[in-house]
């Protein structure tokens, strides 16, 4: 009985693993319970991050040109994300204004810029979201660039 429950959890952690470094997305940081569901389409890459339950953590959006246009009076916080200096944005939701929510960009080396939103509901959650936000590395050599 112990080893068909040990293969189980084996293949469950190797496909969470693969999901993590789904081609054109970030990698996640190792403890991170997040897989990436990603969709590219003419130099573009579109990356949710799903918890277990379906649920988005945030998203990445990697192009040439951010549709993201940051407001200095917006800006709440400095961070660093794969060593680079990076400020969080407050955003907010139409219809929904008790969701907590930042976005960022971050210059990536081969000329892309990546835009990261988070949305959760509570300021903890919020706090857990950017934590493996700051956790992930951009490594441009893999990232699609279709």
Not at 1 to 6: E, F, G, H, Q, V
Not at 74 to 96: C, F, K, L, M, P
Not at 105 to 111: K, T
Request: proline content about 6%; aromatic content about 6%; overall charge neutral.
């Amino acid at each position: 009985m112990i080893k068909p429950i040990l293969c189980l959890s084996l293949m469950v952690a190797a496909g969470a693993a693969q999901a993590q470094e789904a081609t054109g997305c970030p990698k996640l940081p190792d403890d991170a319970v997040l897989a990436w569901e990603h969709r590219a389409n003419a130099g573009t890459d579109f990356c949710r991050a799903l918890r277990p339950d379906g649920s988005e953590a945030f998203g990445v959006y990697i192009a040439r040109k951010a549709p993201f246009e940051p407001k200095r009076g917006n800006r709440v916080e400095e961070d660093t994300i794969d060593g680079q200096a990076i400020y969080w944005y407050r955003s907010e939701v139409a219809g929904r204004p008790n969701i907590e929510t930042r976005e960022t960009l971050v210059q990536l080396p081969d000329g892309r810029v990546a835009h990261i939103w988070l949305q959760a509901s509570s300021p903890e959650r919020l706090q857990e979201e950017i934590g493996t936000a700051r956790g992930m590395r951009f490594q441009t050599a893999r990232l699609s660039s279709n």
